[in-house]
């Protein structure tokens, strides 16, 4: 690991005012500086000389950046700053957003969601052994093919895998898609964007070297969640190879609500650890847009799901792992 000088500023337009970008920076071994939330990614990247930097800028000490609160309307703001395990406890977040909480209170372990941030969940970078070697000049890293197309790909993508077969990291980013999120950015003069969080991730088909539309000079700094409608129903289902602390193979949110009939009038259904960024299976949504939930119409969208899957040479045996996910997760909204 490289020498680098460690700054805690106080402010937001401070700590914004000094940052680039991580993804830049592994590509160029950029020397300027990069922030650090939680630091669990942080700190892979600086073992492996992935990155160089020569400042670490710490947002622990800007206050408010890890309040978790409501407004007058009821929609819900989680800073970037607050610990998964704060998330995922929140009684706020267990009332109203049980699929977030389910999520996030199964992403790696106790010790890890204790110091891992929200905002650095969604921020962090791909976990593909190619790009994470530094032995393999992979395209994200300007490199002039992806190594995972031919090569290990048993945890690669199934969708949008025909330039770079990465999968999106965040387990909490599928939940908080299916769910409509916002994201929250401030930049160094004060000015404040937000972007859908379905927006906010970015494919290799727009930018092969990014996987998020952070700018340079601007900070993640809350999410914001609408509140979700009385008649509204959420379920998350993930499997991995362990029952904890470990990526999973695949992962599914589906949040829906059902009119006085029990007829499916709105619903969202996302795939997490199948394409570069969460994917929204829209063939199933149409699949129950207008059905009385069941057995035979959730078999229907499960199978719908996986309408255009591209599977590589060693992870067909995620399309049906990815369907039977879909078809639970639908029914267990009506538990």
């Not at 207008?290 to 995620?318: C, E, I, W």
Request: aromatic content about 4%.
């Amino acid at each position: 690991m490289n020498r680098f000088a460690y700054a805690n500023p106080a402010t937001l337009a401070e700590a914004a005012a000094t940052t680039g970008l991580v993804a830049q920076a592994m590509v160029t071994l950029d020397e300027g500086a990069v922030l650090k939330a939680g630091g669990i990614d942080l700190l892979d990247l600086l073992k492996s000389e992935l990155l160089t930097p020569s400042v670490v800028v710490n947002l622990r000490a800007i206050k408010g950046l890890d309040v978790i609160a409501q407004d007058a309307t009821g929609n819900l703001s989680i800073g970037a700053m607050a610990t998964l395990a704060e998330v995922a406890a929140h009684p706020l977040v267990r009332a109203s957003y049980p699929a977030l909480a389910t999520a996030i209170a199964g992403a790696a372990g106790p010790q890890l969601r204790n110091v891992a941030t929200i905002g650095g969940n969604l921020l962090q970078r791909p976990h593909c052994w190619y790009l994470r070697s530094p032995a393999h000049h992979c395209l994200r890293k300007g490199g002039g093919h992806c190594f995972a197309i031919r090569g290990e790909n048993q945890y690669h993508a199934i969708f949008d895998n025909h330039a770079c077969a990465i999968v999106h990291p965040s387990t909490a980013a599928t939940a908080l898609v299916a769910l409509k999120a916002e994201v929250e950015l401030h930049e160094a003069q004060g000015a404040v964007r937000r972007l859908p969080l379905e927006d906010f991730f970015v494919g290799p088909d727009d930018d092969i070297q990014r996987e998020n539309a952070l700018r340079p000079r601007e900070v993640l700094t809350a999410i914001r969640l609408r509140k979700p409608p009385a008649s509204t129903r959420m379920a998350h289902l993930r499997q991995g190879e362990k029952a904890g602390f470990d990526w999973p193979l695949a992962d599914v949110a589906v949040v829906l609500t059902l009119d006085l009939e029990g007829i499916c009038r709105e619903v969202c259904v996302v795939l997490g650890a199948a394409a570069p960024v969460p994917h929204r299976a829209r063939a199933a949504e149409q699949a129950l847009l207008g059905q009385r939930l069941d057995d035979a119409t959730a078999s229907d969208a499960a199978r719908a799901a996986l309408r255009g899957a591209t599977p590589l040479s060693h992870n067909d045996y995620k399309l049906a792992l990815f369907e039977t996910l879909v078809r639970r997760a639908i029914l267990a909204t009506l538990a």
